[in-house]
């Protein structure tokens, strides 16, 4: 994708959180201009053409804000003729603890034509209902262990024999890379908050083992190098 499209894309996917404040349209520009998982979400073969999408700790809905961009483009005839037509969202619904991501992503996606319902809850105990693509970005380390691995079986069983699974983990192997990281992710909680988190990591290896036996097969995804050590799995039942 040129430098020139991808900024097209981050503005269009960006300017719906105007109306929810101005820190909202920032952070989303911030992130989707900067975070490499956004242009990987649109490499061939990850995402199906069309999809319902259940987006597990969804933030503000960066996720769908991103897909629903480049869909209007393209539907404008602005999408680049060497780039594949990007994945459709034919529902997408995210939960979300984080009650002021909840109402920023809400106030979005206020007037999206597409079937987006942003819940409030947490994805451990909240209902799976059924979706050809669960994701899971940058969440997992939120939750304990134990309730990492309830929940992947809990989607695992949830899914259909076509349905995905998408997660981004860091690699707690990979050393100050990942110390980094989570140092971002435990400010971003205290600024939120008020509190320090306690993020339960694992390596790269014990997070595809884990996947494995719970009963997916993995992949791992190209995503460039985002300067942290965080890897795209691709987790299909298997
Ligand atoms: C690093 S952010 C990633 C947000 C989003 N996935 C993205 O990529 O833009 C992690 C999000 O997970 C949410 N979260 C953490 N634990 C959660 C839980 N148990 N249930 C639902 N959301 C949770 C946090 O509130 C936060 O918004």
Same mark, same amino acid.
């Given at each position: 994708m040129s430098a020139t499209f991808h900024k097209r894309l981050v503005t269009e996917a960006s300017a719906p959180y105007r109306s929810a404040s101005p820190w909202a349209w920032h952070f989303a520009r911030g992130k989707l201009g900067a975070d490499l998982l956004f242009t990987a979400l649109l490499d061939p073969g990850l995402l199906p053409a069309r999809g319902r999408y259940l987006d597990l700790g969804c933030g503000q809905g960066l996720l769908a804000a991103w897909l629903l961009a480049a869909a209007r483009l393209h539907d404008r005839g602005?999408?680049?003729a060497d780039l594949p037509p990007p994945p459709r969202l034919a529902d997408y619904q995210g939960v979300e603890l984080l009650a002021a991501a909840v109402r920023r992503a809400r106030t979005a996606f206020t007037d999206s034509p597409a079937p987006i319902r942003v819940n409030s809850g947490d994805m451990c105990t909240a209902p799976l209902p059924a979706a050809d693509?669960?994701?899971? @970005? !940058?969440?997992?380390?939120?939750?304990?262990? !134990?309730?990492q691995e309830a929940l992947?079986?809990? @989607?695992r069983d949830s899914l259909g024999s076509d349905g995905r699974l998408l997660l981004r983990v860091g690699d707690a192997a990979a050393g100050l890379p990942y110390r980094l990281s989570r140092l971002t992710d435990s400010l971003v909680v205290l600024a939120h908050c008020g509190r320090f988190p306690r993020l339960h990591g694992r390596p790269l290896d014990a997070w595809l083992t884990l996947l494995q036996n719970i009963g997916f097969r993995t992949e791992t995804r190209p995503m460039g190098s985002a300067g942290f050590a965080n890897t795209l799995i691709l987790a299909q039942v298997a």
């Open positions: 602005q999408w680049p693509v669960v994701s899971l @970005i !940058d969440v997992l380390h939120y939750i304990p262990a !134990d309730r992947l079986r809990r @989607i």
